[in-house]
């Protein structure tokens, strides 16, 4: 186990997020903050980065518009952005940190955006859900 997986944990439990789960081998945690509407938050520790993933969606068939819109609203997102899995059907909130200097403030910026992402977009991410 790396250093800093101590140091995540200590700043998630800062910030008041829930861990559900704990994988001290795999260097990962699932966390949540259900008032924030913030579940299954998945933040792995990969030696030099940290790795935050939250699962939007499952797109039941893509299209140009879809892939559109979610690609100009990455320009909106502070940190972070929307990606797509490998299968090309889940969207996926996606953003990486340098472990080596990660603080406090850093890691809350990132979980920001993307609360700030879901309050302000959670209509339009519910009715491409449905497509």
């Known amino acids: 186990m790396s250093e800093y997986f101590n140091?995540?944990?200590d700043y998630l439990l800062d910030l008041e997020y829930e861990i559900v789960s704990e994988e001290a081998g795999e260097e990962l945690f699932i966390v949540e903050k259900a008032e924030d509407g913030l579940t299954n938050l998945i933040i792995d520790c990969e030696d030099p980065?940290?790795?935050?993933e939250c699962l939007l969606f499952e797109m039941k068939a893509?299209?140009?518009a879809i892939f559109k819109s979610l690609l100009m609203k990455n320009r909106e997102i502070v940190h972070g952005a929307f990606v797509l899995d490998e299968t090309g059907k889940k969207v996926i909130y996606r953003?990486?940190?340098q472990l080596e200097n990660l603080d406090l403030n850093e890691l809350e910026g990132s979980l920001n955006?993307?609360?700030l992402l879901l309050s302000e977009h959670t209509e339009e991410l519910i009715e491409f859900s449905k497509a």
Request: aromatic residues 0%; without cysteine.
């Open 49 to 52: 980065i940290l790795i935050i």
């Open 95 to 97: 953003d990486t940190l």
């Open 113 to 115: 955006s993307l609360k």
């Open 7 to 9: 140091k995540v944990k």
């Open 62 to 64: 893509g299209s140009e």
